[in-house]
């Protein structure tokens, strides 16, 4: 059994250098996620703009925009993450 720790510690080492290496990389399944995370921000987006217009009470309706703004700045955050 003491033989195989090795073995192991370097399979791990092995793993976190191809980890590294492919850090940039994006797989398939990932840049499906993130096609998927995006269009969940802009439909919360889209949800908190036609509830903030529909929406008679002031502050209740500066909080649904605040709400639709950081969905926005969500959205942005992982559009930036994917052109860099």
Known sequence: MPMQQPNQQQNQQQQNQ???ADRNTVSDKE???LKDFLSW???AV???KDAA???T???IRQMIEQTGQKH???Y???LAELHA
């Open 18 to 20: 191809n980890m590294t």
């Open 31 to 33: 840049l499906h996620y």
């Open 41 to 43: 921000e802009l439909l």
């Open 46 to 48: 889209k949800k908190c």
């Open 53 to 55: 217009d529909a929406c």
């Open 57 to 59: 009470d002031p502050a």
């Open 72 to 74: 926005v700045a969500h």
């Open 76 to 78: 942005e955050s992982l």
